[in-house]
C-alpha cells in the first residue's frame, strides 16, 4: 500500500503502478489519504508492506493520521518524508513546492536499489508494448 496527498499524490499513484506494478510486477495499490479510513483500514495487517509519501503541505495532516493508525498495527510501515531532507537556500515557506521533486528523486533512487536487490531491470516488460493489445 502506497500512502499520499496533496501535490505528493501524483507521485504516489504513479510509484504505485508505473514503478512497482509495471516495471517490478509487484501488486501494489495507490491509496489517497483522505480515503486510507474508508475501506483501505480493513486491509491493514501487521505484515502488509504500508508506504507513506509524507510531504509538507496542507495535507501533511492527513498522512500523519494514517501514519498514527499504521504504527499500532503494522510492523512494515516506510515512511519517506521530505521533512527528512534539508533543502539549502529554500525558505519553510516554499518547501512544500519542492517537495514534489524531492519525493521523486528519493523513489528514483530506491528503484535502482529495488532493481538490483530483486535482479529485475526497470525496462523488462512481459506484455507492455511487447505484443498487440
Same mark, same amino acid.
Given at each position: !500500500?502506497?500512502?499520499?496527498?496533496?501535490? %505528493?499524490?501524483?507521485?504516489?499513484?504513479?510509484?504505485? !503502478?508505473?514503478?512497482?506494478?509495471? *516495471?517490478?510486477? =509487484?501488486?501494489?495499490?495507490? =491509496?489517497?489519504?483522505? /480515503?486510507?479510513?474508508?475501506?483501505?483500514? /480493513?486491509? #491493514?495487517? /501487521?505484515?502488509?508492506s504500508v508506504i507513506l509519501f509524507k510531504? /509538507?503541505? &496542507?495535507?501533511?495532516?492527513?498522512?500523519?493520521? #494514517?501514519? +498514527?493508525?499504521?504504527?499500532?498495527?503494522?510492523?512494515?510501515?516506510? =515512511? =519517506?518524508?521530505?521533512?527528512? $531532507?534539508? %533543502?539549502?537556500?529554500?525558505?519553510?515557506?516554499? +518547501?512544500?513546492?519542492?517537495? #514534489?521533486n524531492l519525493n521523486w528523486t528519493l523513489?528514483?533512487?530506491?528503484? #535502482? $536499489?529495488? &532493481? +538490483?536487490?530483486?535482479?529485475?531491470? %526497470?525496462? %523488462?516488460?512481459? $506484455?507492455? +508494448?511487447? *505484443?498487440?493489445?
Open positions: !500500500m502506497l500512502v499520499g496527498a496533496g501535490n %505528493l499524490w501524483g507521485n504516489t499513484y504513479s510509484y504505485a !503502478m508505473c514503478i512497482l506494478e509495471e *516495471m517490478q510486477w =509487484i501488486k501494489s495499490k495507490s =491509496i489517497q489519504a483522505a /480515503e486510507f479510513f474508508h475501506g483501505t483500514i /480493513e486491509l #491493514v495487517e /501487521e505484515d502488509a510531504g /509538507e503541505d &496542507e495535507t501533511r495532516p492527513l498522512v500523519e493520521r #494514517v501514519e +498514527r493508525f499504521a504504527e499500532k498495527i503494522n510492523k512494515k510501515l516506510y =515512511i =519517506i518524508d521530505t521533512k527528512d $531532507y534539508p %533543502l539549502e537556500g529554500i525558505s519553510e515557506e516554499f +518547501r512544500k513546492h519542492f517537495a #514534489v523513489t528514483v533512487r530506491i528503484s #535502482v $536499489y529495488l &532493481e +538490483r536487490e530483486r535482479k529485475h531491470p %526497470l525496462d %523488462l516488460r512481459r $506484455y507492455y +508494448r511487447k *505484443m498487440e493489445y
